[in-house]
């Protein structure tokens, strides 16, 4: 009875689709100024509700990075950096945060006195308020910080990475930091 039932049904799809396709062939211009109606109409309302191909998630990742004006002294940066960093320690829900100071001043860098956070926020089930409200909650406390281009952003899922510890050596002497890097190499092993 029940492979009856269901050989019924799939007869009377096939029947449906048989008239369907019968009418869109004998009207092909309609069809096709119809799907082109739609897919315009589509795009017009892009301004209304957006568009996103990979949805935003909420991973609890965040970071921050402070542009200085070029010329700012390492010391002038740790201290924009503790600031920075006691204001998103006030927030509640942080549970860890790291930073650099002083940039490198490599090809990535935009000037030579930057200072960079890497956050992570309790999870989703120990926090009330959601990532984005709270960076936009971190970016109105960070307006108080004078004199510094500060950037605030969530991580995405493709950008977490659980890959171990990773350590960058940075200097102007490179034989100094080859040696440096010898001896954590002999450290790893």
Do not use: H
Request: glycine content about 10%; charged content about 25%; aromatic content about 4%.
């Amino acid at each position: 009875r029940i492979g009856d039932k269901v050989e019924n049904g799939l007869q009377a799809v096939r029947r449906f689709y048989a008239k369907v396709l019968d009418i869109a062939l004998r009207n092909k211009g309609k069809v096709v100024l119809l799907s082109a109606v739609m897919v315009i109409g589509s795009l017009c309302l892009i301004p209304f509700i957006g568009m996103e191909f990979i949805p935003e998630q909420d991973t609890g990742g965040y970071t921050v990075t402070v542009d200085l004006p070029n010329g700012t002294t390492l010391e002038e940066s740790l201290r924009v950096a503790r600031q920075v960093e006691d204001i998103i320690l006030s927030v509640p829900e942080n549970e860890e945060l790291m930073y650099s100071a002083g940039g490198s001043g490599g090809m990535m860098s935009g000037s030579n006195s930057s200072v960079s956070f890497s956050g992570t926020l309790k999870s989703l089930d120990e926090r009330d308020r959601e990532i984005d409200v709270i960076l936009d909650d971190i970016r109105d406390r960070l307006k108080s910080v004078p004199g510094a281009d500060i950037e605030v952003a969530a991580s995405s899922a493709m950008m977490m990475s659980s890959s171990g510890v990773s350590v960058n050596l940075t200097g102007d002497d490179l034989d100094q930091l080859g040696l440096f890097a010898d001896v954590l190499a002999d450290r790893k092993s």
